[in-house]
């Protein structure tokens, strides 16, 4: 909390309000209270990580980027329709089993590789990249 100076750590986001630490690597899987790979965020934005219309990379000391569940940099305006059909494809894909990490990065692949035009097709796209 000091070191992100109990603000989330969101580009454009000052809130300072309802703070959660959010673990990029999830302890279900494996990971650990690493501070480089902890990140302080508000309840809205911690919400939106874990239904997967979120994506957090990098480290406290490298820097944390941000995107849309679109592909998009955080920050240029959204794509509703398609970071909605990503959130979809990420929950499916969880209740199939795959842990979060792993769902998270087999919808980004696919929406990286520019997406679907429905849920099917994106589900299709991931289960075949995993």
Do not use: W
């Not at 941000?66 to 240029?76: I, K, P, S, T, V």
């Not at 909605?84 to 990420?90: I, P, S």
């Not at 792993?102 to 997406?115: F, I, K, N, P």
């Amino acid at each position: 909390m000091r070191r992100d100076r109990k603000r989330c750590v969101v580009d454009g986001c000052a809130n300072h309000l309802f703070l959660d630490v959010h673990h990029l690597d999830p302890l279900s899987e494996g990971g650990r209270h690493d501070p480089e790979r902890m990140a302080v965020l508000c309840g809205a934005h911690h919400r939106a990580a874990h239904a997967g219309r979120l994506t957090i990379d990098g480290s406290a000391t490298e820097g944390f980027s941000f995107r849309h569940a679109d592909g998009g940099r955080y920050g240029e305006p959204p794509r509703a329709a398609a970071i909605e059909l990503a959130a979809q494809a990420f929950g499916a894909l969880r209740n199939l089993g795959f842990q979060a990490s792993r769902a998270r990065a087999l919808v980004d692949a696919v929406m990286r590789a520019g997406g679907a035009d429905d849920l099917e097709s994106l589900l299709r796209r991931a289960l075949h990249a995993s």
